[in-house]
């Protein structure tokens, strides 16, 4: 069955550095783009990112343009999500999903349980 | 950017009852909408995709319908387990995403 596990969340300091993974299993990882999506404590969903399943094509949203960058490394099943120059609004439980990009809306048909990042000082 | 408003914010039904949840965007999207469920502590869920499709072992009793601006999530009869928040998602033609801010459905 489809599996993915993110970790490496955790405590950081505004303008600190934080590296997400997710590990896939489950299904042949090379074949499907992968996102993350995150979610602020008691707020709604925000795409943060998306890459294409050869990491050729990578896209972000406004908010976080600059400051991450999304990865994969296919022999290891494994996405990531490097994040520089943490701001206190980045706060939030971050998920990697998988991508259905075959369909119109590329709908997130399975979806990690999430990994905590807190930006505090 | 293509901003996704739903309505209502909130919707208290009993079991039994139909839901209607309604997602619109501002500017057409064609069939590019998805609609999940979260449940406290959860992951979010796909129900629905392009607009109309049930994703894999989604019940029956949930529909999606609409194209361009507007469109519905429809849950026929309301059972314990459908109390919870539901968003919509579109992808734009120049392939970024977007979430709505969310339903949240509880009980009467």
């Known amino acids: ?121 | 950017e293509i901003v996704l408003t739903q309505s209502p914010a909130t919707l208290s039904l009993s079991p039994g009852e139909r839901a209607t949840l309604s997602c619109r965007a501002s500017q057409s999207v064609s069939s590019y909408l998805a609609w999940y469920q979260q449940k406290p502590g959860q992951a979010p869920r796909l129900l629905i995709y392009d607009a109309s499709n049930r994703a894999t072992g989604i019940p029956a009793r949930f529909s999606g319908s609409g194209s361009g601006t507007d469109f519905t999530l429809t849950i026929s009869s309301l059972e314990p387990e459908d109390f919870a928040v539901y968003y919509c998602q579109q992808r734009s033609n120049s392939r970024l995403f977007t979430f709505g801010p969310g339903t949240k459905v509880d009980i009467k």
Do not use: H
Request: glycine share 10%; with cysteine.
């Open chain 1, 1 to 121: 069955q489809v599996q993915l596990v993110e970790s490496g969340g955790g405590l950081v300091k505004p303008g600190g550095s934080l590296r997400l993974s997710c590990a896939a299993s489950g299904f042949t990882f090379s074949d499907y783009y992968m996102s993350w999506i995150r979610q602020a404590p008691g707020k709604g969903l925000e795409w943060v990112s998306y890459i294409s399943s050869s990491s050729s094509y990578t896209n972000y949203a406004d908010s976080v343009k600059g400051r991450f960058t999304i990865s994969r490394d296919n022999a290891k099943n494994s996405l990531y999500l490097q994040m520089n120059s943490l701001r206190a609004e980045d706060t939030a439980v971050y998920y990697c999903a998988r991508v259905l990009r075959y369909s119109s809306s590329w709908p997130l048909d399975y979806w990690g349980q999430g990994t905590l990042v807190t930006v505090s000082s």
